[in-house]
């Protein structure tokens, strides 16, 4: 299974909007931020981890042309507000992809699209036709991939993180409960969030992700969802050899 990391900045992006420090400024690549979101591909199956506020972008810039099954982690604009785009694979393929989310969530995004749910007043091809199915605690298998759910806390939150085979995406998180420990054994690879240094009220630090990390003890972890106080190239030189920063458009094979 092939992981592409779609995007790993933070819900305002990186660089922000008007801001002129030296993360915002920089030139290294690995220092731009889209929204996050992950692309799970085998030959047969594609499964998407949220519709961020950059998914258009995202699809243009790897050539999705299929998407199986979508697994949403919260309801957070962010995380959500790129599924009016859902649109383009109906016309292309008379059928949007199959969201998966939990309750909250899916209450949340018909509220906010409510145009797409017997809201709007003119009915017609360009509103999204999309089907949601619950996830509680069971896997779902789309294809040949296999989406087992993780309990997080995302501050007062619960929210949700995925097991694909080896590979865990545990984004948008301050604590991994002790209950999801059990469920993230023997992972080769690792994604978890880890916005800053300093301390955040519903986001793990990079140390406290480290230390996170280090618990789980996967084979490589590689850190999501970094804001512009994180400079790739430094925060590298800070980290163990088994935790590294993620950054746009970072593949691997699991």
């Known amino acids: 299974m092939k ?12 660089p922000m909007i008007g801001c ?5 400024l920089s030139d290294d690549p690995r220092d731009k931020r889209l929204r996050v979101s ?11 981890i949220d519709t961020s506020a950059d998914f258009r972008q995202q ?15 919260h309801y957070h604009y962010d995380h959500i507000s790129g599924f009016d785009d859902l649109r383009a694979f109906q016309f292309l393929h008379r059928k949007s992809p199959k969201c998966y989310a939990n309750e909250e969530t899916i209450e949340y995004i018909k509220r906010m699209f409510a145009y797409a749910f017997g809201g709007a007043k003119q009915s017609g091809g360009g509103l999204p036709q999309v089907d949601f199915a619950l ?11 296999e989406m087992q759910p993780i309990r997080l806390e995302h501050g007062i939150l619960n929210i949700l993180g995925y097991r694909a085979g080896n590979f865990a995406y545990l984004t948008d998180c301050n604590v991994v409960p002790e209950s999801s420990l059990d469920q993230l054994r023997e992972l080769d690879v690792l994604v978890l969030d880890g916005l800053r240094y300093t301390k955040h ?7 406290e992700a480290v230390e996170t990390a280090n618990k789980i003890g996967a084979r490589m972890t590689y850190l999501t969802h970094m804001n512009h106080d994180v400079m790739h190239a430094e925060a590298e030189l800070r980290l163990p050899d088994n935790v590294r920063l993620g950054y746009d458009n970072l593949t691997f094979t699991v």
Do not use: N
């Not at 992981?3 to 990186?14: D, I, K, Q, R």
């Open 3 to 14: 992981v592409t990391l779609l995007g790993t900045g933070t819900s305002t992006g990186v």
């Open 20 to 24: 002129q420090c030296r993360v915002c």
């Open 201 to 207: 009220p519903t986001h793990l630090t990079i140390d």
């Open 59 to 73: 699809m243009l810039m790897h050539g999705v042309r299929r998407i199986d099954g979508i697994f949403y982690t």
């Open 38 to 48: 992950a692309l799970l591909q085998t030959e047969t199956s594609t499964v998407l």
């Open 135 to 145: 996830v509680e605690q069971d896997a779902i298998q789309i294809g040949d991939i």
